[in-house]
């Protein structure tokens, strides 16, 4: 056996091992220092227009009803807390929901990308998911192209569908979504030898399905359940963020 | 993650200045970036897990496992960039298999770039979390005051941590309070129960940040969170310590 065979042997086992024993999919993260600069550079200038136009929105928020602050700052709690919650995955572990669908329903989009890279912040800093470096890179997928889904879905098809479908659809194509776009990020930092980028995507895909597409549907599934238990017990906060407006009862 | 908080709040480094730990950290992960290669990364790692156990009394144990939460991550990203799938071979090969009309395949390029991938990566994370580690998330938010941050942000940052441990806590209680009443026997109860505290969740949050506007406003609320700043030591060993990574990362880097 040549010592590249033993080394390959050791890592993919290595990898393998990691996988299977960590019983609990978080989120998928970049995490610190995986992005070359470039790539890393890049996704921080696509993500800042909408830092900018989420921090105008917060300020004008606040300027109307100053109590906005307050709010904001145990939303985001909320959301990060959500994601310390385990619940149970269609393949048997389980996984962490992320939150993204449930706070775009509740908050709107362009708030969600400030909270949702606080979010993404307080993740690298407090418990070492994720990085500094790669904060554009991830915030973009899932501060920005995750509630966008999210708020197109939910809004799309509100008076068109059953509440509990948009409300499902919004949270499960909200993870599928970020997890598209980091295999994405992904492949385009490391593209395949033969294949290029196409390959490289469907790898990163493929190998990260495992994790992220059941923490979609339980995600959905779970978002459904929490809204009709904040229908059932919160109906007069949900009035005054203005969820339910044009939501037939 | 109470783990990291306790050892920031209660380390050896704890009074000095958050800039000069940032700005330590900060350099190790730009040189780490900039030099890319794997004994730059290799190197970053061992100096930072090294400034951990040794100057910041943070057990070995600790750090390791901090460094290991992206295992997961890793892993899988690593078996990505280490094989190729094509409808051929590329010329020289490590290993290939054939699976129909793809061959799935590993090159000593794809091998150099998973160690440089994952060197790198290592040494990052080990000096983000040098920075964790040894300094408190107040602190960090203060530094972030000091260069500027919107103060709406710098606000809504600090209430967040705040009510991040208060939310916790209510999290907490409440999955005991289920579990003890067979909350989690089943996968069916379990995702009902985490909808139950999600929800419960949320009303505890949002009340809570109408008490606190209350509690704020007969004290005089005007609009701004004032604090008083906190006082740090600054230490030459950090510029010393600086200087000897730079030195010995961009040596690494240079030399083949």
């Known amino acids: 056996m040549k010592p590249a065979h033993r080394w390959m042997l050791v890592v993919i086992g290595a990898a393998l091992l990691i996988l299977f024993e960590s019983r609990t999919a978080y989120a998928m993260h970049i995490m610190e220092g995986f992005l070359p600069p470039l790539w890393a550079g890049f996704w921080f200038l696509l993500v800042l227009p909408f830092w900018v136009l989420g921090i105008r929105r917060i300020n004008r928020l606040i300027a109307e009803k100053p109590e906005t602050r307050l709010l904001l700052g145990f939303a985001a709690a909320f959301a990060f807390v959500l994601s310390a919650l385990k619940i149970p995955s269609v393949t048997g572990s389980s996984s962490h929901p992320t939150g993204t669908g449930l706070g775009t329903i509740l908050f709107g989009p362009l708030v969600m990308s400030v909270l949702g890279s606080i979010v993404l912040l307080f993740q690298a800093l407090l418990i070492a998911h994720g990085g500094l470096t790669t904060l554009g890179a991830n915030a973009f997928s899932m501060a920005v192209v995750g509630p966008s889904v999210a708020w197109f879905i939910w809004k799309g098809l509100q008076d068109r569908a059953p509440i509990w479908l948009a409300v499902f659809l919004a949270a499960a194509m909200a993870d599928l979504s970020t997890y598209v776009i980091t295999s994405t990020q992904l492949a385009l930092a490391y593209p395949d030898a033969v294949g290029g980028f196409a390959a490289s995507f469907a790898k990163f895909g493929a190998i990260f399905a495992v994790t992220q597409i059941p923490l979609a549907i339980s995600e959905g599934i779970l978002t459904v359940l929490i809204f009709n238990a904040l229908q059932a017990n919160a109906l007069a906060e949900l009035q005054s963020l203005g969820v339910l407006k044009g939501v037939r009862a | ?256």
């Open chain 2, 1 to 256: 993650m109470r783990v990291i908080d306790r050892y920031a709040f209660g380390n050896a480094l704890r009074q000095i200045d958050p800039a000069q730990k940032g700005a330590l950290a900060l350099l190790a992960i730009i040189l780490c970036l900039a030099l890319d290669r794997p004994a730059v990364g290799a190197l970053a790692l061992i100096w930072m897990l090294a400034l951990t156990t040794w100057w910041a009394r943070i057990p070995l144990r600790v750090s390791g496992r901090v460094l290991l939460t992206e295992g997961l991550f890793l892993g899988l990203s690593i078996i990505g960039i280490a094989l190729s799938i094509g409808g051929k071979t590329p010329e020289t090969t490590v290993v290939a298999w054939q699976i129909g009309a793809l061959w799935i395949s590993m090159t000593p390029e794809s091998l150099a770039l998973v160690t440089l991938v994952l060197t790198r990566s290592l040494g990052c994370a080990a000096a983000l979390n040098f920075l964790i580690l040894t300094t408190p998330l107040v602190d960090l938010i203060d530094l972030m005051r000091r260069i500027r941050l919107p103060e709406g942000l710098i606000d809504i940052m600090a209430l967040t941590y705040r009510a991040i441990f208060v939310l916790l806590d209510c999290l907490e209680r409440m999955t005991t309070a289920q579990d003890a009443r067979l909350g989690y026997a089943t996968a069916r109860a379990a995702m009902r129960s985490a909808a139950l505290l999600a929800s419960q969740l949320f009303l505890t949050a949002y009340r809570r940040s109408q008490r606190a506007q209350i509690a704020l406003e007969s004290r005089g609320f005007d609009g701004t969170l004032r604090v008083l700043p906190l006082t740090y030591q600054r230490s030459p060993r950090v510029w010393q310590a600086s200087i000897a990574l730079t030195a010995s990362l961009l040596l690494a880097g240079i030399v083949r």
